[in-house]
């Protein structure tokens, strides 16, 4: 039996199946940096024991493909976008190896601030970038790696730095961010390169395995067919043109000082998951009440006044309440340009059956809390409805006679029970009292859900306490 | 379960983590900020993947990634940042990944404002992005179907493995309704088509790329299978007092809101006033415009948008009814009332 001296690396498909065509040569052209760059990572893959749990990420460019080649889990992604799709990927599976393979174009043109961003979080992720200072796939245009007087199909002229500036060195510009862990250039144009690349490679994606962060080897690389330059010359071409530019080595590399880490995943119990989203609201207690006026039957509820008087709020907890006494609810915050002009307000509605539009032009209520809001809102009033308002604050009196008015001194009761700031609790106590729509434990049942500061909760029973007074005692 | 009194927007992400969607990428927008900040605030603590992504269109992308991995995955943005997903949107479809994406419209074009409309109908029922695809979209019109359709949204993406969307206001967003919550859910469908990282896993291939004409046009004959089944299988809608109805009013969202509310007032007044709500905007309920345009003698269409689900309206009846419009729009929601008038001016009843 003859002996095998040379073989595909497993890292590979044993045949290109899903290339058409020729099922054992790869697409790119003769003399492309593609190929031995694909076979120093496939070597590599197979080397390190990983290609079961790595995941590729194909560009778009000349490397569309590398889906055909790599005997690992592979994805095909839009332009420039590796980066991001990478980092879906590694932060759903931590355990995984992912490989973002990008072209010069993809990568530093328009995808320049995905992999910018990717880069400065550190993201445990490798890539492999093919720098050949040209677009291969789509007929050698300009790159932001093009050489400055490089002639391309979209810089015939040659690259003029004054329109299209320099070019772009993308491994010293990442080196100044302090996310990436290893970050080096190589070339891929002689035997002595070649191992070069092949040892970046493997620290790149050892990096990855050993949880140290962002690995990065921007890989110089040839495209005769782009540069116009015959195959012969091109390494001579790489040595000239490219490398005054693209100075070779080692970047960045923190590995030495960085701590290795993954991402831990975590299994919850269904009471652990509804604990930490606070649903955990209990069974509420159903008040009895009554009705003291068909005309308080389901009312939409305007409350108005100054942003700070705690309007949303009072809207709110009544609402709130409401519900907990399984009435159908609903509360909706001025919106847009109203929040303007010195009066906030929120609309409540409180129905035994489904509310339909949350707003309505003629409310049944209005809580006016200020001047503005009384001399505003008072002529929406529905004809018989009901109209409280603050008169500590407000100085001037209502003059529709169509609707019951309700004065409620809530500022002073408010101040008398040491806060003024509890006005707003006070008229919703006078409110209930006024309509008999719920009973006032049904308010202190869900008030500790109503307010942000849970040691308020005594103080704004008592101040509800003392709105239903005054009602009860006038 | 007890109910919670909470605004729309949380409920989204509430129930998305009870629907077992294990990461979230954002990025800022007003008004679907607050889709992110309670998700920033709620998937770590459950142990899940909350990202604030560079831009929207990364955002899509790490999406696509999470749900190429297998996850159930989530974005949320507003009409703007839509736009911008639309790249990632047709990507997701062309590869068949599952995933839910929220849109909380806003004013526009350009940058308009952050008051709500209803202009987005267009670029997410008609493309947006390029290509033969389509958008499984829900548009819910309160808080409790913010939790229930995004249940929904999982549970239909997962099944025929497409995106789907969540089209809601901000004025659905914002409003505060009770909610109940179901229970987490139990166990998530399985997916041999993803990218798990194992060696069973390991042949499959995520992609859209078909460079031969005919295996790219066959492609393109099973998505339209596919999207005939979910057309056949899917559609939801809400009718309200229309049997005996002479004119029907149509709205989504917060629009179908206010028209309960305009129909019970025009009932009220003697005319024979119904609704017909749809909840999945595509697939559009087709078949209840068609049946209902053999018996009535109007549709009034209320948008707030310069005019899009209206086409649908009239292509699905065959414009074989007068189909009248109300619109608002600049972040202007019309009013019950202004609506009322307008019903009241081209309400005629059926002649017998």
Redesign the interface.
């Known amino acids: 039996m003859a002996k095998l001296i040379l073989q595909k690396p497993k890292g590979f498909y044993d045949s290109f199946y ?1 290339k ?1 065509g020729d099922k054992e040569n790869t697409h790119y052209c003769p003399g492309c940096g593609h190929g031995i760059i694909h076979k120093l990572i496939a070597e590599a893959i197979e080397d390190f024991g990983i ?5 590729m990420v194909s560009p778009v460019g000349c490397s ?1 493909f590398v ?1 055909y080649y790599f ?8 332009h420039g ?1 590796a980066p ?10 931590p ?3 992912v490989i973002s393979y990008q072209g010069d174009g993809d990568l530093a043109a328009i995808g320049g ?2 992999i ?2 990717a880069a400065n979080r550190g993201e445990h992720i490798t890539v492999f970038f093919v720098n050949n200072a040209i677009y291969g796939m789509t007929g050698g245009q300009l790159a932001p790696t093009t050489l400055p007087g490089m002639k391309t199909s979209t810089t015939p002229y040659g690259r003029d730095i004054q329109n299209e500036g320099p070019p772009m060195k993308v491994v010293e510009l990442l080196s100044s961010l302090d996310g990436p862990t290893y970050l080096e250039r190589t070339a891929v144009m002689s035997n002595a390169s070649i191992a070069k690349t092949r040892k970046a490679i493997r620290k790149a994606l050892q990096c990855q395995i050993d949880g140290l962060g962002f690995s990065m080897v921007e890989m110089l690389s040839a495209c005769n067919s782009g540069w116009k330059v015959d195959p012969k010359e091109q390494y001579k071409w790489m040595e000239e043109m490219m490398l005054p530019t693209f100075p070779l080595g080692v970047v960045k590399d923190v590995r030495e000082e960085r701590e290795g880490w993954f991402r ?5 119990t ?1 009471e ?3 604990q ?4 955990t ?4 207690t159903i008040f009895p009440s009554e009705l003291k006026k068909g005309s308080y039957h389901n009312p939409s509820i305007k409350l108005a006044g100054f942003g700070g008087q705690g309007i949303l709020s009072a809207g ?1 907890m009544l ?2 309440a409401g ?1 907990e006494q399984a009435l ?6 001025s ?3 109203e929040m303007r002009g010195g009066t906030a307000y929120c609309f409540v509605n409180l129905s035994n059956k ?9 409310p049944d209520v209005l809580m006016a809390f200020n001047r503005p809001s009384l001399e505003k809102f008072e002529a929406e009033v529905k004809p018989g409805g009901l109209l409280m308002y603050d008169s500590t604050i407000i100085d001037i009196e209502p003059t529709r006679k169509d609707i019951e008015v309700l004065p409620v001194p809530a500022t002073q009761i408010a101040e008398d029970l040491g806060n003024t700031r509890m006005a707003n609790t006070v008229m919703v106590g006078a409110y209930i009292a006024q309509t008999g729509i719920m009973a006032p434990a049904a308010i202190d049942q ?1 008030l500790p ?1 109503a307010l942000k500061r849970k040691t308020m909760v005594d103080a704004n029973k008592k101040a509800l306490a003392a709105g239903v007074d005054y009602v009860m005692s006038r | 379960m007890a109910k919670e009194f909470i605004k729309g927007n949380d409920a989204i992400v509430k129930a998305a983590l009870l629907a077992g969607c294990q990461s979230f990428y954002g990025y800022p927008i007003t008004p679907a900020s607050e889709v992110a900040h309670a998700a920033a605030k709620y998937f770590p603590r459950v142990g899940r993947t909350f990202l604030q992504a560079e831009s929207e269109i990364a955002a899509i992308q790490m999406v696509y990634g999470a749900a190429a991995a297998g996850q159930r995955s989530m974005t949320a943005s507003s009409s703007p940042g839509i736009s911008l997903k639309m790249e990632g949107i047709s990507y997701l479809a062309g590869a068949e990944l599952p995933c839910v994406i929220v849109d909380i419209m806003r004013g526009g074009p350009g940058l308009g404002n952050i008051s709500p409309e209803q202009s987005d109908y267009n670029q997410v029922i008609k493309g947006g992005g390029h290509g033969n695809y389509r958008l499984i979209v829900l548009a819910p019109n309160g808080a409790q179907e913010m939790c229930d359709l995004t249940f929904k949204a999982f549970d239909l993406a997962d099944k025929y493995r497409n995106p789907a969307m969540l089209l809601a206001d901000g004025f659905v967003g914002q409003m505060m309704e009770p909610v109940a919550f179901p229970a987490p859910i139990e166990e998530l469908p399985a997916k041999e088509w993803a990218l798990r990282a194992t060696a069973e896993s390991k042949d499959n291939l995520v992609n859209s790329i078909y460079l031969d004409n005919d295996e790219l046009e066959q492609r393109n004959y099973d998505l339209t299978a596919k999207h005939d089944e979910i057309e056949a299988n899917e559609v939801m809608y809400e009718e309200y007092l229309t049997e005996d109805a002479d004119m029907i009013l149509v709205g989504y969202g917060i629009i179908s809101r206010i028209l309960r509310t305009v129909v019970d007032l025009a009932r009220a007044d003697g005319l024979k006033v119904g609704l017909v709500r749809p909840i999945t905007l595509w697939p559009f309920p087709k078949k209840i415009f068609a049946e209902l345009s053999g018996r009535i003698n109007s549709f009034f269409v209320v948008e707030m948008s310069e005019g899009q689900m209206i086409d649908d309206v009239k292509l699905a009846s065959g414009c074989s009814r007068p189909t009248h419009f109300y619109n608002r729009m600049g972040g202007n929601v019309p009013t019950v009332d202004e609506i009322l008038a307008a019903v009241r001016e081209k309400y005629t009843a059926t002649a017998v």
Not at chain 1, 51 to 55: A, Y
């Open positions: 899903r058409p290609g079961d749990r790595t995941i569309v889906y005997n690992t889990g592979n994805i095909q992604v839009a976008r991001a799709v990478a980092t879906g990927i590694k932060r759903a599976n355990n995984s190896i601030n995905n910018l961003q831990e995943t975590r299994t919850m269904d652990a998951i509804k930490e989203l606070d649903l609201m209990p069974e509420p709110a609402a709130n519900m159908e609810t609903s509360w909706i915050p919106y847009g340009p489904p509310i339909g539009s949350p707003t309505v032009t003629n869900t859900l």
